[in-house]
């Protein structure tokens, strides 16, 4: 029984070792999904975002459903701090995609959208998603 125990003990340490965490690098990318057209959420993808890439993340905020509506110049009276902070983000690097049938469904123009926001297409969206080693956030 005692050597039962042993070789137990013995394999799931192996197991153990042989399996990987899910552990963040210090330059893994970030891909923030955020859905939501609510402010106070909004601005906690956004802040979070930030924060991160300032750690060294390569930051990504993908405007999809509501999300959309924050990236639209035609609802700046609502949104104008948020797209303040985007605008800021974009030009240290970071990129704001925005869903194209999203936008369709809630009716904002490509040239609506804040001057550096781009309209996502498959190679894009899908590029910044699967980069090796990114991690997911969502609101």
């Not at 959420?41 to 390569?58: D, L, S, V, Y």
């Not at 905020?61 to 974009?90: C, R, W």
Request: proline content about 4%.
């Amino acid at each position: 029984m005692k050597a039962l125990t042993t070789l137990l003990v013995v394999l799931a340490l192996l197991a153990g070792g042989i399996t990987t965490r899910a552990v963040a690098g210090d330059t893994d990318p970030l891909f923030v999904n955020m859905t939501t057209d609510d402010a106070h959420r909004a601005n906690m993808a956004i802040t979070f975002g930030k924060a991160q890439m300032e750690r060294g993340h390569p930051l990504t905020i993908f405007l999809n459903d509501k999300g959309v509506l924050v990236g639209s110049k035609a609802h700046a009276a609502k949104y104008g701090e948020h797209q303040k902070a985007l605008g800021e983000l974009m030009g240290k690097g970071a990129a704001v995609i925005a869903c194209p049938m999203c936008m369709k469904h809630y009716g904002v123009e490509t040239a609506d959208l804040l001057p550096g926001i781009q309209v996502g297409k498959p190679e894009l969206t899908g590029g910044a998603l699967f980069k090796d080693g990114t991690k997911t956030m969502s609101w």
